[in-house]
């Protein structure tokens, strides 16, 4: 009979965030297959909107569509994709996230405002690397199942931890050689900001 002792929120990096508010709009926070580990697909708040008295607000912005796997034993968020509606918002990303990234890490931001033909690489000053791709009018999840080559009958049958566990494992063992910029030279190439709504059906 197991012993094991499942991983909760508090064991790992996201309870740091969690006490931090930067938490929103989960729609998994549960402990993964492998042990030892946890995982959260929602919204990871990078900046507040003023707040007066006890009134709520929403975040000001968001890293949006998160699909995130923490180990609990190393303190550290070994994979993450996420959406990023401004690229220059991926300063703020390395702020609150890169102590939890570690250099072997996969981390995957689908930008708004970047050329749709190209896709880059950004070293970190936490030592990781950013892979930087075009959001092609979709979503996160549906853009790294295509990215990571997963079929969605790959992960049919799959709850919701044991999906997103495979996902993350196919996008870590993906080839994203992509060329390297830096952060500033992205900043001055990124493009005005996408309406998310436009071409939408109503």
Do not use: C
Not at 182 to 199: F, I, L
Request: aromatic content about 10%; hydrophobic content about 45%.
């Amino acid at each position: 009979m197991s012993t094991l002792t499942a991983v909760t929120l508090s064991d790992t990096p996201f309870g740091a965030l969690a006490d931090q508010h930067r938490l929103h709009n989960a729609v998994l926070k549960e402990p993964l297959p492998r042990e030892g580990t946890f995982g959260f697909r929602g919204d990871i708040a990078l900046a507040f909107q003023d707040q007066v008295a006890d009134e709520a607000r929403p975040p000001a912005y968001s890293l949006e569509q998160v699909l995130a796997v923490a180990d609990a034993a190393k303190g550290t968020i070994p994979a993450l994709a996420g959406y990023l509606h401004s690229f220059e918002w991926l300063k703020d990303t390395a702020d609150i996230l890169g102590g939890y990234f570690v250099p072997e890490g996969t981390y995957v931001f689908f930008v708004n405002n970047i050329d749709f033909l190209k896709s880059y690489t950004v070293a970190l000053p936490s030592g990781a690397l950013a892979r930087i791709l075009p959001l092609d009018e979709s979503t996160v999840w549906k853009e790294a199942l295509e990215l990571a080559s997963v079929e969605k009958n790959d992960v049919k049958k799959m709850n919701g931890a044991q999906k997103l566990e495979y996902v993350l494992d196919q996008l870590a063992a993906t080839k994203m050689d992509y060329p390297a910029i830096t952060y500033e030279e992205g900043v001055a190439a990124m493009e005005p900001v996408r309406n998310r709504n436009e071409n939408r059906p109503v």
